[in-house]
């Protein structure tokens, strides 16, 4: 149930979707990996949002070369770990949810206890070995998987729902080189947004998700456009998985 | 015949955001790609790798689909075919 100050927070998207849909929002689990240029707008406009529960898992400290994309981090928390400064700002922004940070590294060992009780998982990492291990998870456990990746003014997303979507294996078979990357902060902003924006009608039930389409931001020449993409039937992560069988997990 | 080059991110920074270039009849990607490299050294550095191979993360398409496999060399263009070359990025 909504207590009266939630009632009022979220009025004017209850106008849209209903109290109905804000409870779903209240109960919902959302893993944001990551809590850098992408992390930060994911998780500030889905705790605004009122997602009930957010998981941020990040490794790093903050520095001040994060500083010109990362919003929730600030000049005074350069030195601190990122999980704690996102933490901070995000209960501040919306005290009616919780936060959960965990200060850990993504890796094949400490993601599946993190990411298996999620409803939605949101990559929001900085390279593929890491998106290929949330992907792997997310298809293991039948959770879906938000993806982005930016680079300079160019971003990508695409929506994973496994056993009915293309993964991230279909679509990115081999990884692109790792690089120290330019990026500007309008970049991660515009793709943030893109992947909150999907993890709310998933979770409201509501739109067309970005399944089985990639959308491509080109920011100098301001447009979006999206490319379809399909199920590899031998896919080495998701090949195997029926529509069915994953209907079953979840 | 003509074929449009689509590219997208990083390619479309070296070569701009659509080529369309003139081929014989039955030229392969692999050679549409080459011939767009002989004027772009960048291009060339960013979309093959050291063998002379198209490197194995650029995601290529026809027409919008997806080409996998042999076809990512040897798929044939035809007149009017749009070919669009994209480098996944990496950031986050």
Known sequence: ?250 | MKVRIKAFARFREIIGSENTLEFDDGTSVLSALKSLSEGSKDFRDACFDKEGAVASHVVLMINGKRISGRDREAGVLHDGDELAVFPPVAGG
């Open chain 1, 1 to 250: 149930m909504l207590n009266e100050n939630e009632k009022e927070r979220y009025h004017r998207q209850i106008m849209l979707f209903g109290e109905a849909g804000q409870e779903k929002l209240k109960t919902a689990r959302v893993v944001i990996a990551g809590a850098g240029g992408l992390g930060c707008p994911v998780a500030t406009y889905l705790a605004v949002a009122g997602v009930g529960y957010l998981r941020i898992i990040d490794h790093d400290t903050v520095e001040r070369t994060n500083l010109n994309r990362q919003i929730l981090h600030w000049e005074k928390d350069i030195g601190l770990p990122k999980t704690g400064s996102a933490g901070e700002k995000l209960m501040a922004i919306n005290p009616d949810i919780e936060i959960e940070t965990v200060r850990i590294t993504i890796d094949e060992e400490t993601a599946p206890g993190l990411v298996r009780d999620a409803d939605a998982i949101v990559d929001a990492m900085d390279n593929y070995p890491a998106r290929y291990l949330l992907n792997h998870l997310a298809c293991k456990f039948g959770i879906p998987l938000f993806h982005g990746a930016i680079r300079g003014f160019d971003g990508q997303a695409t929506t994973i729902i496994p056993g009915k979507t293309a993964c991230l294996s279909c679509i990115f078979p081999k990884a692109p080189p790792k690089e120290i990357f330019p990026v500007i902060g309008v970049t991660s902003g515009m793709i943030g947004m893109i992947q909150a924006n999907e993890v709310l009608k998933y979770i409201l039930g509501t739109g067309k998700l970005l399944g089985n389409r990639l959308l491509i931001w080109d920011g100098l020449g301001s447009s979006l456009e999206t490319i379809q993409v399909e199920r590899d039937p031998y896919c080495t992560e998701c090949g195997h998985i029926k529509g069915s069988q994953m209907e079953k997990l979840k």
